[in-house]
């Protein structure tokens, strides 16, 4: 069971990224998805999450701005993010969860299976 997160790079503010969350080893289809980001020195923290229903979550400081979104066919979940600032500057994870209930979604402890990062700068 492999996560491989992609798509991170150097961007300006109020550009546009789209980040892709592909697996491997495993149906996304039967997983919840989150994405979650760490700053340097601080706290790995949730930005995004959508469930096998296809409902979606997000934090506050992301919304209407990055949209997640999955692509059963592909084995793949996209996070497109709009208006990006450079508060949005992170170390950017998914992270997969076949068991998680909708009170935990935003806790990183309830995902078990984790990609490897890709690096989001945006500079102003």
């Known amino acids: 069971v492999q996560l491989q997160a992609s798509g991170g790079g150097l961007v300006q503010t109020g550009d546009s990224l789209r980040l892709s969350c592909a697996a491997s080893?495993?149906?996304?289809?039967?997983?919840?998805i989150g994405w979650f980001r760490q700053a340097p020195g601080k706290e790995r923290e949730f930005v995004a999450a959508i469930r096998w229903t296809t409902n979606t979550y997000y934090t506050d400081s992301v919304k209407g701005r990055f949209t997640i979104s999955r692509d059963n066919a592909k084995n793949t979940v996209y996070l497109q993010m709009n208006s990006l600032k450079s508060e949005d500057t992170a170390v950017y994870y998914c992270?997969?969860?076949?068991?998680?209930?909708?009170?935990?979604?935003?806790?990183?402890?309830?995902?078990?299976?984790w990609g490897q990062g890709t690096q989001v700068t945006v500079s102003s």
């Open positions: 080893g495993m149906a996304l289809s039967r997983y919840a």
């Open positions: 992270a997969a969860s076949a068991t998680i209930i909708t009170s935990t979604i935003s806790n990183s402890g309830a995902y078990g299976y």
